[in-house]
């Protein structure tokens, strides 16, 4: 075992952990941050995505050991009243159905829209590809990503 000190949602934590403990585990099993959800184990589905340093990252494959150092936001973190323009828009068009995908896709989202605020459906659906939804929402999802990048400043 080992501590490991992350930053997680701007927040300093400590775990103590195995380091090729997947970063998903600390987050839900050490942490008790549980919107960040399994979904298949091996980064196939992005029910995981997490950021890290801003990047849209699979947290099921991810040792902790690796992150150490990083800026880690999880769903809970990316706005402080689930007003963030992806989750207003999640909102506005209903997306989820039965919701377990939700936040991997909205992570996933929103880390397209920081780094292209106005995506092309095209773009948007290339962006989303790795995130499963078994309800198949994707056109709903992909109207509400369209919506986000208007409300995005």
């Not at 849209?56 to 800026?71: E, G, H, I, Y």
């Not at 997306?95 to 909205?106: E, K, L, R």
Request: aromatic share 4%; charged share 20%.
């Amino acid at each position: 075992m080992a501590q490991f000190k992350l930053k997680i949602n701007g927040r300093d934590y400590k775990a103590d952990v195995e380091p090729d403990t997947p970063l998903l585990w600390v987050l839900r099993d050490n942490l008790g941050l549980v919107g960040t959800k399994y979904g298949c184990g091996i980064a196939q589905c992005g029910a995981c995505t997490v950021h890290v340093n801003g990047e849209a990252t699979r947290s099921c494959v991810l040792p902790v050991s690796s992150v150490a150092t990083a800026k880690i936001t999880t769903i809970e973190g990316l706005s402080a009243k689930g007003d963030h323009p992806v989750q207003q828009a999640w909102n506005e068009i209903d997306v989820p159905q039965c919701g377990y995908c939700q936040a991997g896709q909205i992570m996933t989202a929103a880390a397209l829209l920081r780094k292209n605020p106005k995506p092309s459906a095209e773009e948007i659906d290339t962006s989303m590809t790795g995130n499963i939804c078994r309800c198949g929402t994707y056109h709903r999802i992909r109207q509400a990503v369209q919506l986000a990048a208007t409300k995005t400043k």
